[in-house]
């Protein structure tokens, strides 16, 4: 359901609002109600409101400032805000369209059918947001086709990364790069339809990346639903000095900022740091193995390199299968992917220690053989 909040230091007129509607016939709860902006910032964090009914005159903060704070804080993942006017203010409200404000209600002519309007109107525009949301999963196959091949060296010769990365239009002239691998955990998706559950986790990553860039350039990708992979790039090598602490503290403002919006946190593993995009697949690699030793109370770690290497680097290559990978993808030939997914497995069936590599190997050509014929 969408999560409404109320916001007016009014209490008769909160009531009023909740009695004014059938809000169950509507997909809508009421998550809470808050007599200033700041009372309601606070339960936008912990309930990941969809949408915010809120006066325009109040104490502490008022309803512009409190549309102007969650659009900075959250971009797009902005809930949607109707604001109650009155005459003397409209102007004002209708000033400030950059708030993402959906609709401006004057308090005196509010009524049950005015305001089954605006909520109407406010759930299309979630809906076509959402929409959006989806489809841009589906908008650059080639963009995610280009972004496996790297992590997993699938590429033939440099050239053809090069050529394919100027078509692309993306830059991998930096001094250093990082890959991490994770997780997004959400202890209610489980109890959520799958309707709900794709716009929580699109909306996650997409957030990601958003906080993600403030602090350094990089590529993100989703792996499925819940797993990611992201790559960190670097102006400099020396830039990498403190790559552990600089990427630990950016991954967990990230993660801090998911649970205050949408009750989800991260788990990731980062890898080591790189110089040439030729071996961005090994710290992919590394980052892949460090997350395994990830938990609760330690969910984002570093690949220590103090530790044996050539382990974690012989442990799985998937690029032992380059040829047969590349063909099936250029042929779209789903025999070749079934038959290579098959050496997978047998190749590591004497070897249980690696069989949950393989499995996660042949879990990303399946996700890349998706995307291709989407």
């Known amino acids: 359901m969408y999560q409404l909040l109320i916001v007016d230091d009014e209490p008769l007129v909160q009531a009023g609002i909740r009695s004014m509607l059938n809000w169950n016939e509507m997909n809508i709860e009421i998550c809470g ?3 200033n902006g700041q009372a309601a910032l606070k339960i936008i964090e912990e309930k990941s409101t969809d949408i915010v009914i809120t006066d325009i005159k109040m104490p502490v903060m008022n309803g512009l400032d409190l549309a102007k704070t969650c659009r900075e804080r959250y971009g797009d993942n902005c809930p949607y805000f109707i604001i109650l006017t009155s005459y003397e203010d409209f102007q004002m ?93 959400s202890p209610q998706a489980d ?43 670097f102006a400099e090598s020396s830039d990498t000095d403190d790559y552990v602490e600089s990427l630990t503290d950016i991954l967990q403002s990230i993660s801090g900022t998911l649970q205050n919006y949408y ?23 590394y980052a892949r193995q460090i997350f395994r030793n990830t938990e609760p109370k330690d969910a984002i770690i570093a690949f220590d390199t103090d530790h044996s290497q050539e382990n974690a680097k012989n442990s799985f290559n998937i690029s032992l299968f380059k040829n047969d990978l590349t063909r099936a993808f250029e042929e779209y ?14 190749l590591f069936k004497d070897h249980p220690g690696h069989y949950v590599q393989a499995l996660d190997a042949a879990s990303n050509i399946l996700y890349l053989s998706i995307s291709l014929l989407q």
Do not use: W
Not at 151 to 166: I, P, T, Y
Not at 266 to 275: A, E, M, Y
Not at 333 to 346: E, G, K, N, V
């Open 33 to 35: 109600t808050a007599m």
């Open 93 to 185: 409200a209708r000033d400030a369209l950059s708030y993402q404000v959906s609709d401006y209600l004057v308090k005196l002519e509010l009524t049950p059918e005015v305001l089954k309007n605006a909520i109407g109107r406010v759930l299309t525009q979630i809906s076509q947001s959402r929409k959006k949301q989806l489809s841009a999963v589906n908008i650059h196959p080639f963009y995610d086709k280009f972004l496996i091949s790297l992590l997993h060296d699938l590429f033939e010769s440099e050239e053809q990364f090069r050529l394919q990365g100027r078509d692309l239009n993306l830059n991998f002239d930096y001094g250093a790069y990082v890959c991490c691998y994770g997780e997004i955990i």
């Open 191 to 233: 109890q959520m339809s799958a309707e709900k559950q794709m716009p929580l986790f699109t909306s996650s990553l997409q957030m990601i990346r958003e906080l993600g860039a403030k602090y350094l350039p990089l590529y993100a990708l989703s792996l499925d639903l819940r797993h990611f992979a992201l790559i960190f790039c």
């Open 263 to 285: 009750n989800v946190t991260l788990r990731c593993g980062i890898g080591i740091p790189v110089q040439t995009p030729a071996t961005i697949c090994d710290s992919y690699q």
């Open 333 to 346: 030939d789903p025999d070749i992917l079934q038959t290579t997914i098959q050496s997978l497995c047998d």
